[in-house]
């Protein structure tokens, strides 16, 4: 009896014990607090002296870390002296706070000079997401960076590693953004051009060559390779993120494999590849196995793709402890796949399934089907990119603010086409601008509805080019259903479409001539850009709003407010 | 009799007719409105091509001509991607409406991008003014012109002259403003340097010797000497205002004497002179008369004073009709007056008097006199200006909205120094920066009250550097009461003030070493800046900020609000 008792007291502790972890475990989601300063510094990233924008002096931003369910709290101070800033927290969700989406003309207004503003979300999903920018042409001057979102305690990925690693990629230019927006609002047109370097976490090498020391300096340890120091034997776990401004990228690690294990916070079925492709707004986990000749150095290389190339390709050194990490590879870094290789990005894309044991399955129908024809176009002389021929403006009023209040004259209310005659649209003939318009309209999706995205591609205004467009969705995430070749057809294709085991992600590929399906679930109440994650596609009109049941947004913090007609509400 | 009638019914008839021509002129004063657009455009305005801020396409920008009881009405459109603006109108006092004055931090919230804003104000006295960007160091950029105010109709200037002519003398510097704004505050500090250029309506010829021609281009059509063209035998009227962003200048033209007969809007009892010193926020108009050899051209040229100059000197061409405009003159340009001689700047600023039959005699006695020591000073290791070692910032809500809607916590309530121990300063020595502390306080004054402005130089951080300031008061004209050298005696040197015929103006310079003495009526309810107009001394601290008979100031605009603390009015 005794015996029984003690053996029940026991196993009553344990339980106890257990209990107590357990709410520890819960108890565990907590508030992570930042403060953040946004400023102008010079830096020489690529070896090239410029103006950077930083957070605490950083350029790339520093890695909010957090674990699932934490809060996210970050002050932000703008002393960017005559600029404004909005900071999207890429891949996170924002259920229930759609006002802490950062996006200027949506959600918020920019945060002035001298003003500080509290950004305020729940990171309810681990995985491996970015911040950056959302305002002008700013992210281009380097106001991004990572957030990882680990698992809670005790519970685990479903792969294993030894070590987390961060990369951050992006593209660099010299001019800075006000030169750029000039160049890309006037007539005649003045494209951006390919980025002066490619950088990874930060660091480029333009050739200083012919210029002064004070202005390029290639010695100047600002802009010495990164390195990713490896232990013999190890696996490493690369969260891998793309913030360039516009190139898309292959990445890879000289003669070592990497194992695709999650895309945009989502566990993908793993499978190997040699180079990573790559786009801007998305996020990869890779695994590699520090498993070669470890009495040298390798190197760590990402090369434009998608376009033709005319940056040099950037380089990282993957160093083997106790290697001099500067010391570099005895060989010569590896091109990288070419440019135009679309078939073999096309198959990476579509290799990218949900991983078995996480699926999440698509509803099998859609209640709204809209077709989105990507062109280029010209509307009154200025070269604007445009969805159905509809090149889209946000307006100086957060829409957010706009359609909860039930203000009107903020923007166009006749809906924008759902369609544009895809059916009889030549994809492959340059596009003759027929009805281009700019506008302010938006779509109004009802909630709860499934809506399927078919991203079509097609000529842009050059004869035989057709761009990549990397599509971003704030708020959710997709189904990717499909990618294919030329032009979608809606009876046909539809049948072809991965309902089994697609993967969800936030931003995707739409390749050169091709088509790509998504499908998503309009159940976050706010208001939500989907756009091109090219900057200055973006820029020039490459969006649509989704508006979803804002009738059930709650109160908005009145720090979103002061701009545009917002003003209509101050009564001193 | 039928005479007698007939010619009381001439002189009634005459009444008539001279009782409508009065209310025909008093009905003249009219509105006048303008659509501005204000965005960034490649400029080469001394052939370097860079980015500069214009009005409608224009750096500078258009000149306002009004007629003296004018409204005017600027709807200014902000199109600079993610940079504000606010634009002052230098020299309009705003009576009535000081919500209009422009400045970002005191009257307004600065205009987002894609916002437009509406000045509106009236140009109740006739003369030379100016508007120029209010914020940050925007203006450096090119955001400025001129104000012409002229009589009504039937009412005459004290002086004859043919015609009319605008010159805009200014500064240019290479960098961006974000490049300056960065070095200015930063540790190590990185002064701006002299500028790049002197510019004459908007150009200048820097020189592009080792610079590629898509960079800089001496045979650029934007950067050719602006002309003058004048009628032998004529006699012209030159507006002349300095919009610096730090040069002092002299200003002369080849052979020509030049007659001094309005300062700031006010008539000056005419002196002549061969070369004009003017300080960034003046105003002069000189008269001309072409009466020189017409078979040639002549220089006109400016050059700088006050600092050691490291910047060529700025030409124009004085072109005699018919003389082709870009035959250069045969002779060299005349040098200019040497930039050290202290005495002969301080000798034209004693010069100008108020005109006979137009004095405004000051009050005899002051209510307050407020000294402010002039000084350089480290603050936590960054480089400021200071007054009484206080070198003030502005808030990011504005301080006419603060004040007259009784919000806290926006500005430091504790008043800053009236005096600084002045008696014991010396201001031969290098500045040790005792005490030296930043604050957001602000002067009240009582309305109606006489204010006199002690301006007292020093020594800066550099032994044996005494800056000149240019002073601007918003909002008032003040009476300039005297110059002197060395430490101002508060006994003695009040006995030499000029209460005879002071010259009101509303920019004067304090002089290496030396000091200023003014007096003003603070019978303008509202909230003036009173700011060294050297663009980087006021963006480091050298400003201060009073505050008079806010209560009876009417309602502000709802587009003045919207940042800062006045979003807490926000009530949706």
Request: charged letters at 15%; a negative charge.
């Amino acid at each position: 009896m005794v015996g029984i008792l003690r053996i029940l007291s026991f196993i009553l502790l344990l339980t106890c014990i257990f209990v107590s972890l357990s709410v520890g475990l819960a108890a565990a989601a907590r508030d992570r607090k930042f403060t953040w300063e946004i400023s102008y510094q010079h830096k020489s990233l690529d070896c090239y002296k410029k103006l950077a924008v930083a957070i605490n002096g950083l350029t790339p931003g520093p890695t909010i870390s957090a674990e699932q369910g934490d809060r996210i709290i970050v002050n932000v101070t703008n002393n960017l002296f005559m600029e404004n800033v909005a900071i999207h927290w890429h891949g996170i969700r924002q259920r229930g706070t759609p006002w802490s989406d950062g996006t200027d003309g949506v959600s918020q207004c920019a945060i002035m000079p001298g003003e500080t503003y509290t950004y305020e979300f729940v990171v309810d999903r681990a995985g491996t997401f970015m911040y950056h920018s959302h305002y002008g042409l700013q992210r281009e001057a380097g106001l991004y960076g990572l957030i990882t979102v680990s698992l809670p305690v005790g519970v685990s990925e479903p792969f294993s590693y030894d070590f987390d690693r961060e990369i951050i990629l992006s593209d660099w230019y010299h001019n800075t953004t006000y030169e750029t927006a000039t160049d890309l609002a006037s007539i005649p047109f003045l494209w951006v051009g390919e980025p002066q370097s490619l950088l990874i976490n930060g660091r480029g090498n333009y050739s200083c060559s012919g210029l002064a020391a004070s202005v390029c300096n290639s010695t100047n340890p600002e802009c010495l390779p990164s390195n990713l120091t490896v232990i013999s034997g190890k696996t490493y776990r690369l969260r891998i993120a793309s913030l360039t401004s516009l190139s898309a990228l292959s990445f890879q690690i000289e003669d070592h494999e990497m194992t695709v294990v999650e895309a945009d916070g989502h566990y993908v079925e793993p499978f190997v590849v040699n180079n990573l492709y790559i786009y801007s707004g998305e996020t990869y986990s890779v695994l590699v196995t520090a498993n070669q000749n470890s009495s040298r150095n390798y190197w760590t290389t990402i090369n434009v793709v998608s376009r033709q190339p005319n940056t040099p390709n950037g380089i990282a050194i993957f160093n083997y402890d106790p290697i001099d990490y500067q010391k570099l590879p005895p060989t010569n870094p590896p091109p990288g796949p070419l440019w135009n290789d679309t078939k073999s990005q096309v198959n990476q894309s579509r290799a990218i399934k949900a991983r078995q044991g996480f699926i999440v399955t698509p509803p099998k129908k859609p209640d709204r089907v809209i077709v989105l024809l990507n062109t280029q176009n010209t509307i009154d002389g200025y070269v604007r990119w445009s969805l159905n021929n509809v090149s889209h403006t946000l307006p100086s009023t957060p829409l957010l603010i706009a359609i909860k209040e039930n203000m009107t004259g903020v923007f166009d209310p006749n809906p924008p086409p759902d369609d544009n005659d895809s059916a009889n649209y030549d994809i492959y003939s340059v596009a003759n601008n027929t009805n281009s318009v700019s506008s302010s309209s938006i779509y109004r999706l009802q909630f709860n509805s499934t809506v399927d995205i078919i991203l079509q591609n097609a000529n842009t205004m050059t004869a035989n080019v057709s761009e990549s467009h990397p599509w971003h969705l704030h708020g959710h995430d997709f189904w990717v259903l499909g990618y294919g070749e030329g032009k979608f057809n809606l009876s046909r294709d539809t049948e072809t479409y991965n309902l089994a085991d697609p993967i969800m992600k936030n931003t995707v590929p739409l390749h050169p001539y091709g088509w790509t399906a998504l499908r998503f679930k309009a159940d976050n109440p706010g208001v939500w850009l989907f756009h091109c994650h090219i900057e200055a596609h973006f820029f020039l009109g490459m969006l649509v709003v989704f508006e979803s049941g804002v009738e059930q947004v709650g109160d908005i913090p009145l720090s979103n407010y002061g701009c545009g007609q917002t003003k209509s509400f101050i009564k001193p």
